[in-house]
């Protein structure tokens, strides 16, 4: 049994709010998964300025390489501090 920590603290820019969040992302999860769950959340945190879309992408903040939505958050190299954009 692993005893890891199965979560990572990560970054989220939202350009259309210009806010960041900080979000906690299951390492086993399919990115699909997880894009759709951040995407609501973001809508409700960002008092509307974001709307869910089936659109949306999450891609690393600095290179903006979009994630593969196939793979799971522990696979794509995602870990505590990683910096994120919802577009």
């Not at 709010?17 to 998964?33: G, H, I, K, T, W």
């Amino acid at each position: 049994m692993r005893t890891t920590m199965n979560k990572v603290l990560v970054e989220i820019f939202l350009p259309a709010a210009n806010r960041s969040f900080d979000v906690y992302l299951p390492l086993e999860s399919q990115m699909s998964e997880v894009l759709q769950l951040v995407s609501a959340l973001l809508s409700d945190l960002s008092d509307g300025k974001y709307k869910a879309t089936k659109s949306a992408v999450l891609c690393d903040a600095t290179s903006g390489i979009i994630y593969n939505i196939n793979m799971a958050v522990a696979e794509l190299g995602i870990q505590n501090g990683s910096k994120l954009m919802l577009i």
